[in-house]
């Protein structure tokens, strides 16, 4: 499970207490000549709820997909929850345990809120071909509790139109909904990019709520992709910096405020 | 124009409530089963257009067939008439004089009748038909799984082209079969450019009489219908599940919907699967019904007939693909034929059925200006359709990692 380090120091297990949940290490992502996940090392633990952030274009999003499956990296190892799961299937790692959303929504659009959570669950369902088209027994309860507990899900996240189609949402509805979707594969990790993409700042203080909730309820960790330096700072037990695909820094929220090198990063250097 | 379009849709969803969706159900199936007997009264001469109505059940199975693969899980299909020919090669295999060699010339017969009324053995393979369309079934969803496992990355124009091109080379596979099968073997598989004729007529497992259509059309009628039913409960079925809903969400979007857990392999073969396991088995029926498995019938122009059944039913919508089969085929095969007069009268020299698909291309150019959702749409296609915003932003990502089926160690690139 150990991997020669060689250029850079292992991550620092982050604070929160808890066993290592993910752990992403050395990863390394190349499009053609642009580097754009250099070398990243970075911990999850459990219950944590864990901050990415940087500039545009750091390589945020890149290194999200590549411990998600749908980029493969070019170098570097992720374990989740002990199991290796490098270059794994998408599908694969969902039902391994971490569940994602999407920066720009990616709602099945013209499916309503339930059956998109319905969605969400497929992994955990069990139903056969032969079952679905006798509809033993079996297949009727599992539907029946997969509506159940898809609606569940929506209250979690506050969402009271569960009929509704998921293109007739409201923006912040729609987001909800995607993380509703994230929770149905009953994900230990989860991995929000820019959820408050949108949000105006009661909302984003209300989805600030949901993801204490979750760690709180749930015992779900959270990875977040954010901008709004209120909720990251707010939430966070730990931040990890990144600009131009490297990690510059990382630490506590007040750590990483006060680093000059993520000053200049998001400020540029005053020469 | 939509002023009248909007009373009469408001009209019929008026009609629709009348009565709950299981007893228009019942009514349809009623209505189906009274069929010929209304007709004999009505119109003398009806076999035409019970025979018609009988070639019109199978393309119904198949429309339905293709709907899955192209309505429900979005993957455009242009070589459905590929599956066809193998479930009507297996009816063919298994029940005709195809291989007269077999047990030493006596033949081989499964709840058949094995001697004729000559008298003496009927050479060949003779299996019951109620048992050789399943085969056909199984047999075709296989190939529907191998044909489709190449195509699973490509999608939109490159999807189309490889489909056509399996669509073309299964047909020709058949007819270069006279010795050997992809070159393995030396017997006859289908007698080249003149196919397997005559085929065995269908007779029930508990009795030794065959049914004799085309005298006698209505017992044909009633099985292909069965057949129909039992097609359509599986595509009900099918849309309500777990599977169903896979389908659409794959069709939406792949990326989230294999972030969320689905399987796109598993999603994908499965609907290929199961759209082709239709194709064959009513390739099955067509074969005994028109008592010839001939590589003539299997070309390009009939694939794109049954999606057009498809796209002018409206795609997804399992209503409007019977809608559109049942549309287009009567019109084909009982329709275009009772007009063929009509040139002559007005001092023209040509036969209307000559024009078929110059007529169908114009229908549905009108159907696509007109109402691109088809006849009876589905709920999402018209979502789809008319949604005033294009979803533009596709994120670029690695295709290769979506299809990978292996779960090994990360490779160097």
Known sequence: MSVDVGKSEFAAPAPGGGATLLEASNVLKVFGGLVAVNDVSFVVPERAIVSLIGPNGAGKTTFFNCMTGLYRPTAGKVLFDGKDITAKRPDIVTNAGIARTFQNIKLFRTMTAIENVQVGMHGKMRSRIVGMVLRTRFVRREEQAAEEKARELLDFVGLKRGNELAMNLSYGDQRRLEIARALGSEPKLLLLDEPTAGMNPQESEELRQLMEHLRADKGISVLLIEHDMKVVMNVSDHITVLDHGEKIAEGAPADVRANPRVIEAYLGSQA | ?413
Request: charged share 15%.
């Open chain 2, 1 to 413: 124009m939509s002023g009248a379009a909007a009373t009469l849709r408001r009209n019929g969803r008026s009609v629709q409530r009348m009565l709950p969706p299981r007893a228009w159900g019942v009514l349809a199936i009623l209505l189906a089963v009274a069929y010929p007997f209304v007709i004999e009264q009505l119109i003398s001469g009806s076999n035409d257009l019970l025979d018609a109505s009988i070639q019109t059940l199978a393309y119904v199975i198949m429309a339905l067939g293709l709907n899955i693969v192209v309505g429900f899980a979005g993957l455009l299909d242009l070589g459905y008439v590929a599956f066809f020919a193998i479930g009507a090669f297996v009816m063919g295999w298994l029940g005709s004089q195809q291989f007269p060699d077999v047990s030493g010339g006596e033949g081989f017969h499964f709840l058949t009748p094995d001697t004729s009324p000559l008298g003496g053995a009927i050479p060949g393979i003779h299996v019951n038909f109620f048992f050789v369309i399943f085969i056909a079934a199984v047999f075709t969803a296989l190939w529907g799984a191998i044909l489709g496992a190449p195509t699973l990355r490509l999608r939109g124009d490159y999807l189309a082209i490889v489909t056509l091109a399996f669509g073309e080379i299964v047909p020709r596979v058949f007819e270069n079969a006279t010795s050997g099968i992809f070159g393995i073997g030396s017997i006859d598989f289908s007698n080249g450019r003149q196919g397997i004729t005559p085929i065995d007529k269908v007779n029930f497992p508990w009795s030794d009489t065959p049914f004799h259509y085309p005298l006698e059309l209505e017992p044909i009628y009633y099985v292909g219908l069965g057949m129909v039913l039992a097609t359509l409960f599986l595509n009900i079925r099918l849309r309500d599940s777990r599977l169903g809903r896979a389908w659409i969400a794959v069709r939406e979007d792949e990326v989230a919907a294999a972030s969320m857990g689905v399987n796109l392999v598993r999603t994908k073969l499965w609907a290929y699967a199961l759209g082709a396991m239709l194709g064959g088995f009513a390739g099955a029926f067509l074969a005994t019904y028109n008592n010839t498995v001939n590589v003539d019938q299997f070309e390009f122009g009939f694939s794109v007939f049954i999606l057009c059944m498809v796209v002018l039913g409206g795609m997804g919508n399992i209503w409007g693909v019977i809608l559109g089969a049942v549309f287009l085929s009567m019109l084909n095969r009982f329709f275009l034929p009772e007009l063929n007069d009509l040139p002559d009268k007005v001092g023209l020299d040509f036969d209307v059925t000559s024009i078929n698909f110059g007529i169908f291309g114009f229908l549905l150019l009108v159907m696509m200006v007109l109402r691109p959702e088809g006849l009876l749409p589905s709920s999402r296609r018209k979502l789809e359709l008319h949604a005033d915003d294009v979803d533009a932003d596709e994120v670029w990502f690695d295709e290769a990692s979506l299809y990978d089926t292996r779960d090994d160690e990360m490779r160097p690139e």
